[in-house]
């Protein structure tokens, strides 16, 4: 018994000597609890809602500030287009479009059946659920409490299309955001133990000394793995598609050009984390804490980015999978183009520069 404590005595001296690890402990844990605790929130509300009504009477207006005001519906990031109600949905302003023909209020004082349009984003099988089940409830209390609604009123009903994903599988909402999770974890990692490489193997003198800048190094650790990262995502996408089904509507030549910027953002990545660790094995678990946890998290992949709270939507924005994701579901299930996508697509390249020259001074610096 006496040897045992003797080992319990060692080993709490190196946890006491490692305070990266003793932080790592402490901290992590705690980091995790907080970011769970705001991230998962498993309402879905403000489900954005654009309004296309043809009626213009006090009763249309009554039913949209029914919706709005009741906590799961917001007004859209624009406008719905008379001409294509669609075009709203493609480019992500709006989760659904509600169409309210002429004819709304006499059909609600007389006898003739009349039917309100719905046309739902079905890219997020969940938020489309929800949104077709709120709008019934919704549209079933204002029949049922608004003055003068009779019987005759009750043949009112909600007429639904869902686009994108009529059958609301959950492997096409899903598979999009998983290969934009897998590429950043894997180009991160491949990455993230170059330099460290060269610090533990003893070679960094050697390479110090070679005739190259700092810029060069950098671009010749990340270069030879921007083909292996990009055959990785095709493997990941084949069998999304071939197997699980995932629509690829849209040009693949527009993906794969994305889909080059996203692994250089990660790849970019991996040699900032690789330039502050010393050794491999933390390299590799700071990859996967800065890349899993963020891109699960705070991408809008599961938790809806709009429900968390403003530090979150800020910290979301140097997210480079929050981007990507969008930019899969756009081409993949709506066969967006780069007409609707270039937002995303800036921000990616506005990212991936950042890292870059990050991992470039952070190198030069150590350099120095």
């Known amino acids: 018994m006496g040897n045992v404590r003797f080992i319990i005595l ?10 990266r690890s003793l932080f790592i402990a402490i901290l ?35 039913l949209v500030g029914r919706f709005y005001h009741s906590g799961y519906f917001a007004a859209s990031l624009a406008p719905a287009d008379m001409a294509d109600p669609e075009a709203v949905l493609k480019r992500g302003d709006a989760h659904a479009v509600m169409i309210i023909r002429g004819g709304f209020a006499e059909a609600l004082r007389g006898a003739a059946p009349y039917q309100l349009g719905l046309l739902l984003d079905g890219a997020d099988a969940n938020m489309s659920a929800a949104a077709a089940s709120y709008s019934n409830v919704i549209i079933q209390r204002y029949l049922g409490e608004s003055p003068g609604v009779g019987a005759a009123g009750r043949g009112v009903a909600l007429s639904q299309r869902v686009l994108y994903n009529p059958d609301l599988k959950s492997s096409h909402f899903l598979v999009p955001g998983l290969i934009a999770i897998i590429l950043m974890m894997i180009s991160a990692l491949l990455t993230s133990v170059t330099i460290a490489r060269e610090k533990e193997t003893g070679t960094m003198e050697q390479l110090l000394t070679a005739p190259v800048g700092p810029f060069q190094v950098i671009l010749g650790k990340v270069i030879p793995y921007v083909g292996l990262a990009l055959l990785d995502g095709v493997l990941v996408l084949s069998v999304g598609v071939l197997h699980f089904g995932v629509p690829l509507i849209g040009s693949s030549l527009l993906l794969l050009f994305f889909g080059l910027i996203y692994i250089i953002a990660a790849l970019s990545l991996g040699v900032l984390i690789s330039t502050l660790a010393r050794t491999q094995q933390v390299a590799m678990m700071a990859a996967l804490v800065a890349t899993v946890l963020p891109s699960v998290m705070l991408s809008g992949f599961i938790f809806e980015i709009r429900n968390m ?34 937002p995303q697509a800036a921000a990616l390249v506005a990212l991936t520069t950042l890292l870059l020259v990050a991992a470039v001074k952070r190198f030069r610096i150590r350099i120095g």
């Open 10 to 19: 060692k080993e709490i001296r190196h946890i006491l000597r490692d305070p």
């Open 28 to 62: 992590m844990p705690i980091m995790m609890t907080f970011l769970y605790g705001y991230a998962i929130n498993l309402d879905i509300k403000n489900i954005r809602l654009a309004v296309l009504d043809y009626d213009q009477t006090s009763a249309s207006r009554e």
């Open 309 to 342: 709270p403003a530090l979150l939507r800020f910290i979301t924005m140097l997210v480079p999978a929050r981007y990507f994701l969008l930019i899969m579901r756009g081409v993949m299930l709506k066969g967006s183009g780069l007409a609707v996508l270039w």
